[in-house]
Nanobody, 127 residues
Framework: QVHLQESGPGLVKPSQTLSLTCTVS??????????WSWVRQPPGKGLEWMGA??????IYYRPYLKRASISRDTSKNQFTLQLSSVTPEDTAVYYC????????????????????WGQGTQVTVSS
């Protein structure tokens, strides 16, 4: 059973950089064909895929999302999301999730692409 846990600040000020970490247990982020994503859900809106890092370190981002940066620490079995210059529109519940194959990159908004999710962490952008 793979377990994902998000961690990070619950409150971020506008223009700052948001940093979130997903700690994975029960499986390795370097397992062949696994893809590790960040997905968020703003209040009253649907899920929005932000990007992913693959088992081999390849990184993929939602088109036009220039403020995001995803990285990983294989020694800690963690991957991270940094989102710069945040605004109140970045207020959301942020989730990390795993997919078993590259289909998630072709169709990241398809929830069937994911087999494990973290519980989510609320991030509020406010001064």
């Amino acid at each position: 059973q793979v377990h994902l846990q998000e961690s990070g600040p619950g409150l971020v000020k506008p223009s700052q950089t948001l940093s979130l970490t997903c700690t994975v247990s029960g499986g390795s982020i370097t397992t062949d064909t696994s893809y590790w994503s960040w997905v968020r859900q703003p209040p009253g809106k649907g899920l929005e895929w932000m990007g992913a890092i693959a088992y081999d370190g390849s990184i993929y981002y939602r088109p036009y999302l220039k403020r995001a940066s995803i990285s990983r620490d294989t020694s800690k079995n963690q991957f991270t999301l940094q989102l710069s210059s945040v605004t109140p529109e970045d207020t959301a519940v942020y989730y990390c999730a795993r997919a078993e194959d590259a289909q998630v990159i072709a169709d990241p908004d398809n929830l069937n692409s994911y087999d494990y999710w973290g519980q989510g962490t609320q991030v509020t952008v406010s001064s």
